[in-house]
């Protein structure tokens, strides 16, 4: 095929939704085109390789195409499958936090689906049947009339009778009215919807408007659900706002930030309190006033405010620095209530707390409590106390958005008066923030020229429960005069009935999305080529008169016809009883036949059209092949939209299946908390059977034995009966990381002495080993390898260390490090060695400073050596110890590169026999 040379076409060229990108023939082309008035020899065979070369392309093309379009009805089916269970899954969730669904409730539907939600997909017409057109237009009709799907959500929400099916009717109307197709138009109009709720829940708050979202509105039902979607991105901003503060929370094992008074005493230690109030303190009744009195526990009354404070702006300036990765739909909420407040009136402390209702309590503060369902911790249990500094930080943050600062307790007026400085600084940053979007001029929208869904079938999809919800919400709200006339007559035409709503759920209608044009498949050359003409007003080539007819078949004949050396430098008529011969003699007979008849016109022609080598034939047939060029563009536009289409469809599926298994992580951490909380008493005793032990090697086989009965306890508990395989092994992770959560201390601290050189190794890094740099001459790391220096990403992985309890969890973070490393080393575009790798690992622990690093190696050495005994997880950890036992080796001395010491090494490198000497005399000195 000729080499191409890319252009778009311009404005008006193309009225399609499609537009075309077009090419241009460059030299090669250009020259065999023209070649055919120059050379001496027929201008056929040149003609015979163009139009070959481009047969062959054109049908390659197809075939690719043909394979992209049956992947992509492969990923619908499977995008639909994991969507619908990942919503169900996270509907579930929401529920249970809420105390709306019990665990045996829960429990029971489990029961019935132990692989998760299943559902099967059947065509509207399959399942209604003669019935199924009617219902079409009339979920079409509601589609494409948000304002009017909002009118009847309100009305409904008045309607008492219909108040246990509300939340039912607004997820289908989230989910599967708007939520099928997951498109920018489907958010628009969600966004629209909620708008109209929103605008009509502040028009009956005629007193403190900025009050509107505390109440269980149908705006707040509505936006709750909303948030709940996991096909949109909501999650992606609280896990890059609250990862790495969470992380840190749970990283610091002393860390308590208890502020109410008794309960902080209850949790010194005798030393301490002794020290506060004397030896005589267990003669006190301990009040909040007495407390309060001593100076020194107020002093450490306010060392926990401070700590409390540093969280709460650490997630505050997070929140701010992410607000681009928050969704686009819900700023522009934010911004139109910001704007409808303040055309009531509303003071910007009201706005604030109003905006803070929105986003905080519904939505960033349930994710700080209980941050396992969003997937932002997952991987490592929450001991008791990081859960209780979790809630205690979201209350805070949510007292300092709703500009709450009036304290209840007079232990609680100086953090108040610190939040309430916090407040009108870093909230009024994020705030503003938050609603800096043009509501009028910014769209939800893919960029131009970027996502055109050719392939993706355009549909809405709705369980026969939520289908006839729908029918009978319309038919309450709709009165005979209403002027909705699309909806009221799509209405008229459905059956009367309003069909069985307890149908089975699992069951799923795919109805017809006909709003949207749909992107199906490839037009054919002739609709090609007559839709450019018509585009670009062109006559075409006349095809009907007899030379058009002959270049027509003479085309076709040198499309399938084989090239040959012999065919170089024959005539047009030679050329043919070549190729006739030859497809006679390979036995193909259709060849024959078309060659023959090709020929049989080409004789039949007047001499005039014939003359000068055939000029006017090979001049019709160039201009025929120009034409169909066109074609040839519109193939590889075809196959770079479906590209892109099945690109974002791999991205949405697999976004989907993690939030799937999230919520199924989460579900089998409630199994095992289930199964703990029965067996309290089990664990007790092998805590305490634990503690007895002293030596390493015995607490390490002590572990594996009671993790293997604990284990065949909770297999033996009728739950487990109908669980699937792969989560009961998932449940035997979970629990096996619980028990060593709890004896954690225990086992990483064996000695008292542990922690203790722990702080001693760090402070010493600290203190005198951070003057080193990656030129020093204990790393001398080269300057090609210093170009992503000092490795931030790799440090965060070692930061993590300590959040995580467990073994394997701790051996993960070193490997993400030591990977990262290497990736890194590896953008130079050369490979990279140990030599290269492993200083620059050293210096990354340098800079991390990671606590409890001695007890760590120790750790995962007694703990996890089953993880560590073979494979790639073995080499990291191996380079990981290797490069801290270097570290402790290292001169902590400043004058490291002075004059003597460079003596010292010079000395170092002389002779071995002088060595020898030099080594036995200062033995000698030693001895005398």
């Known amino acids: 095929m000729a080499s191409l040379r890319w252009s778009t076409l311009t404005e008006g060229e193309s009225r399609d939704p499609t537009p075309f990108f077009a090419f241009d023939l460059v030299d090669d082309s250009k020259e065999s085109a023209a070649s055919f008035s120059k050379l001496a020899s027929p201008p056929f065979t040149p003609l015979h390789t163009l139009i070959k070369r481009e047969s062959l392309f054109v049908a390659a093309e197809k075939l690719v195409v043909r394979d992209l379009y049956r992947d992509l009805n492969a990923l619908m089916n499977k995008m639909m499958q994991v969507s619908r269970a990942a919503r169900e899954m996270q509907w579930c969730i929401h529920l249970f936090s809420h105390n709306q669904l019990t665990w045996k409730e829960w429990e029971q539907r489990l029961v019935k689906q132990p692989e998760g939600p299943q559902y099967e997909f059947v065509e509207c017409a399959q399942e209604l049947g003669g019935s199924s057109g009617p219902y079409v237009v009339?979920?079409?009709?509601?589609?494409?009339?948000?304002?009017?799907?909002?009118?009847?959500?309100i009305e409904m929400a008045y309607d008492e009778s219909f108040a246990p099916q509300l939340d039912d009717l607004l997820r289908a109307v989230l989910f599967g009215l708007y939520g099928s197709f997951n498109q920018p138009a489907d958010e628009t109009a969600i966004v629209r919807v909620l708008e109209i709720l929103m605008t009509h829940q502040l028009e009956a708050q005629e007193s403190r408007p900025d009050n509107?979202?505390?109440?269980?509105?149908?705006?707040?039902?509505?936006?709750?659900?909303?948030?709940?979607?996991?096909?949109?991105?909501?999650?992606?901003?609280?896990?890059?706002?609250?990862?790495?503060?969470?992380?840190?929370?749970?990283?610091?094992?002393?860390?308590?930030?208890?502020?109410?008074?008794?309960?902080?005493?209850?949790?010194?230690?005798?030393?301490?309190?002794?020290?506060?109030?004397?030896?005589?303190?267990?003669?006190?009744?301990?009040?909040?006033?007495?407390?309060?009195?001593?100076?020194?526990?107020?002093?450490?009354?306010?060392?926990?405010?401070?700590?409390?404070?540093?969280?709460?702006?650490?997630?505050?300036?997070?929140?701010?620095?992410?607000?681009?990765?928050?969704?686009?739909?819900?700023?522009?909420?934010?911004?139109l209530i910001q704007k409808a407040l303040q055309a009531k009136g509303c003071s910007p402390t009201q706005i604030r707390s109003a905006l803070g209702d929105l986003l905080f309590v519904k939505f960033v503060m349930p994710a700080i409590a209980t941050p396992e369902p969003y997937g932002i911790i997952i991987d490592t249990?929450?001991?008791?106390?990081?859960?209780?500094?979790?809630?205690?930080?979201?209350?805070?943050?949510?007292?300092?958005?709703?500009?709450?600062?009036?304290?209840?307790?007079?232990?609680?007026?100086?953090?108040?008066?610190?939040?309430?400085?916090?407040?009108?600084?870093?909230?009024?940053?994020f705030f503003s923030r938050l609603t800096a979007v043009d509501v009028h001029n910014c769209k939800i929208d893919f960029p131009p020229n970027?996502?055109?869904?050719?392939?993706?079938?355009?549909?809405?999809?709705?369980?026969?429960?939520?289908?006839?919800?729908?029918?009978?919400?319309?038919?309450?709200?709709?009165?005979?005069?209403?002027?909705?006339?699309?909806?009221?007559?799509?209405?008229?035409?459905?059956?009367?009935?309003?069909?069985?709503?307890?149908?089975?759920?699992?069951?799923?209608?795919?109805?017809?999305?006909t709003g949207t044009p749909e992107q199906g498949s490839l037009l054919s050359e002739a609709d090609v080529v007559a839709l450019h003409r018509q585009q670009t007003g062109k006559p075409g080539s006349n095809l009907d008169s007899p030379l058009g007819e002959a270049a027509q078949k003479l085309r076709k004949v040198f499309a399938h016809m084989q090239f040959n050396p012999r065919y170089t430098y024959l005539n047009l008529v030679e050329l043919l009883e070549n190729a006739f011969l030859d497809a006679k003699i390979v036995g193909d007979n259709s060849m024959a036949s078309e060659i023959y008849e090709a020929s049989r016109c080409i004789k039949a022609l007047p001499a005039e059209l014939i003359e000068d080598q055939g000029k006017a034939l090979c001049e019709l047939i160039m201009a025929q092949y120009e034409e169909r060029s066109i074609y040839?563009?519109?193939?590889?536009?075809?196959?770079?939209?479906?590209?892109?289409?099945?690109?974002?469809?791999?991205?949405?599926?697999?976004?989907?299946?993690?939030?799937?298994?999230?919520?199924?992580?989460?579900?089998?951490?409630?199994?095992?908390?289930?199964?703990?909380?029965?067996?309290e008493a089990l664990v007790t005793q092998c805590v305490n059977d634990f503690r007895k032990i002293e030596l390493l090697d015995e607490k390490s086989a002590f572990v594996n034995r009671r993790v293997n009965q604990l284990l065949d306890e909770m297999m033996k508990d009728p739950m487990w009966a109908t669980v699937s395989a792969s989560d009961k092994e998932e449940s035997c992770v979970v629990l096996e990381k619980r028990f060593l959560s709890r004896i954690y201390k225990m086992a990483f601290f064996p000695h008292e002495a542990d922690a203790l050189k722990d702080q001693v190794f760090q402070q010493h890094i600290q203190n005198n080993l951070q003057y080193i740099t990656p030129e020093h001459e204990c790393l001398q790391i080269s300057k090609l390898h210093m170009r992503e220096c000092p490795w931030p990403a790799a440090q965060k992985a070692l930061m993590r260390l300590n959040a995580y309890k467990t073994p394997v969890d701790k051996l993960k973070c070193v490997v993400e490090c030591c990977m990262t490393v290497m990736d890194l080393l590896q953008w130079t575009g050369k490979s990279a060695g140990a030599d290269d790798f492993f200083p620059v690992l050293v210096y990354v622990i340098l800079k991390a400073n990671p606590p409890n690093l001695l007890s760590t190696l120790q750790y995962v050495n007694f703990f996890g050596e089953a993880q560590i005994a073979s494979g790639e997880n073995s080499y990291w950890w191996t380079q990981f110890c290797t490069a801290v036992h270097f570290i402790q080796s290292i001169d902590d001395r400043r004058d490291l590169l002075s004059p003597v010491n460079k003596a010292r090494t010079a000395a170092a490198k002389l002779p071995q026999r002088k060595s020898v000497v030099l080594v036995e005399a200062s033995s000698s000195d030693e001895e005398s």
């Open 212 to 335: 509107f979202l505390r109440k269980s509105s149908l705006f707040s039902r509505l936006f709750m659900i909303y948030l709940k979607d996991p096909s949109l991105d909501a999650n992606t901003y609280l896990i890059a706002s609250l990862r790495e503060p969470i992380m840190m929370v749970l990283a610091d094992d002393d860390l308590d930030l208890e502020i109410e008074p008794t309960n902080l005493w209850s949790r010194l230690t005798e030393a301490q309190r002794t020290e506060l109030f004397g030896s005589d303190h267990s003669k006190l009744v301990m009040t909040c006033d007495l407390l309060l009195s001593n100076a020194e526990f107020k002093r450490l009354l306010d060392q926990v405010y401070d700590k409390l404070l540093g969280f709460c702006r650490l997630i505050l300036t997070s929140l701010t620095a992410n607000v681009p990765c928050l969704l686009f739909s819900i700023r522009k909420l934010c911004a």
């Open 632 to 679: 040839v563009r519109y193939l590889v536009h075809a196959k770079e939209s479906l590209l892109v289409t099945r690109d974002r469809l791999n991205r949405q599926t697999a976004r989907m299946t993690g939030l799937l298994a999230v919520s199924r992580q989460y579900l089998n951490m409630m199994r095992v908390q289930q199964f703990w909380e029965h067996n």
């Open 450 to 513: 970027s996502v055109n869904n050719r392939g993706r079938r355009p549909v809405i999809l709705l369980s026969s429960e939520e289908l006839f919800l729908l029918q009978r919400c319309v038919g309450t709200c709709l009165g005979m005069d209403d002027e909705r006339s699309p909806i009221r007559d799509a209405f008229k035409k459905l059956p009367k009935t309003f069909g069985n709503e307890t149908e089975d759920s699992s069951k799923v209608l795919i109805v017809p999305h």
């Open 138 to 153: 009339f979920v079409n009709a509601l589609y494409r009339d948000p304002d009017a799907v909002a009118e009847f959500l």
């Open 381 to 429: 249990p929450i001991t008791p106390t990081a859960r209780r500094n979790l809630n205690l930080i979201a209350r805070i943050m949510r007292d300092v958005c709703r500009a709450q600062f009036k304290a209840t307790e007079p232990y609680m007026a100086p953090l108040h008066t610190w939040l309430k400085g916090f407040a009108t600084n870093d909230i009024d940053l």
